[in-house]
């Protein structure tokens, strides 16, 4: 069959396309990229299906089901990182949570660990098909490709704005069971300010940056700013591997800071497995031989970020101890964003010839009444990144180099780099920790 007539076959309502969805399946939903009319239709069979379990990292919309409401029909199962959206549904345990390496994100299901099982339906959204039948995931891929080869069912929300990029990141007509046609129209991102600390905290990761590195930029307000804050503006033949491509960065390949001439994999690429939703970013690496995304699988991978020599990880955390414990998911127990590949980029970093792992974070919390810099964290609070790989911390006091430092040499490095107004309290927290 002619893959247009296979289109044509298969192209329906969503409301048809939803009714493949059964009493007990798992739906997965591609990350980042919402297909909103699949959504609302699956919410509006509210009491029609029961035990459907919804597994989804991130939701950008809400179609409704987030109310308790919703419980009788549809069962949440969260993984990795959080929103808005969300946030609330996990902190009322009203929802379950996933936690888990990208890097081993499909491991329990090929090896048939006990209670692992791949989602009966996926749902995305796709570019319309080109001459060969071949659909675009558009500027985000993440494990769209794993999902639709292990799913019973995959429905497809064709959205005319979606772009097209090099590297792995199409699939054909054929391997899709639905399609139905949907365009909303996207209201610009909101810009958050930047955080005062924030100009101090990139001058400080300036320092430890060099010629030729390949770097990484995690998930958060401080990420999302500091490439545009100048940190890089000075180096040359930068390259960039990393999860999501923040503001800024296709600034730096436009002025001829990030060209990838050094990388070790992917020479002269930029790689990612998400590429974000800025109008004019997306303008400019709509077919792009310069721009790849490759599966969450494979990018952020321990094996394939350690084979980067000169790899450097920046992060952000909400909070750390004086030992170089990590906690950058939530407040004491309190669950607020996730883990992301924040652990597999800090680990793959340090295993990297010559590789660097940069943790930032603003010196106060809570108006400048909380140290970020603690003796010990909060009680249940989720460590994400251990004290056995804890590198480079920067506030906007400067550098804390831990690496290879005992845990009293770790205390007088972060306490330099605390708030003033919490040195005397750490220092004495320090004294009855750390010393007879």
Known sequence: MDWREDYQRKLMTA??????????DRVAIA???DPEALLEALAARL??????????CTPIVDPGWFDPAYAQSFQFRFETYMSQHNRAMVQERRADWLPNLFSNYWKPIREGRPGARPADVFMMTVSPPDEHGSCSFGSSIWSKKQ?????RA????VNQDLIRTYGDNAIHVSKITAFIENTPQRLPLPRREPPPALK??????????????????????LGSHLAMLGPFDNKHDLGYHSENLVPGIVRLVKEGVITGRRKTLHPGKVVATNFGRDPEDMAYIHMNPMFELYEQEYVININTIAAHDNMVAINRSMAIDLTGQTASEGIGPLMYSGAGGQPDFVFGALQSRGGRSIMMLQSTAQGGTASRIMPWLEPGAVVTVPRHWADYVVTEYGVA????R????????LIAIAHPDFRGELRRAAQKLFWP
Request: glycine share 10%; charged share 25%; aromatic share 4%.
């Open 147 to 151: 999902h639709c080869a292990s799913a």
């Open 154 to 157: 995959v429905l497809a929300e």
């Open 406 to 413: 005992s845990v009293r040499e770790r205390a007088r490095e």
């Open 401 to 404: 180099s831990l690496l290879g």
């Open 31 to 33: 990350l980042l990229s």
């Open 15 to 24: 409301e048809e396309a939803v009714r493949l969805v059964r009493s007990g």
């Open 47 to 56: 009491g029609e299906v029961h035990d459907v379990e919804i597994l989804q």
């Open 200 to 221: 101090e905290i990139a001058g400080y990761v300036s320092s430890l940056i060099r010629d030729g590195d390949t770097f990484e930029i995690g998930a958060g307000l």
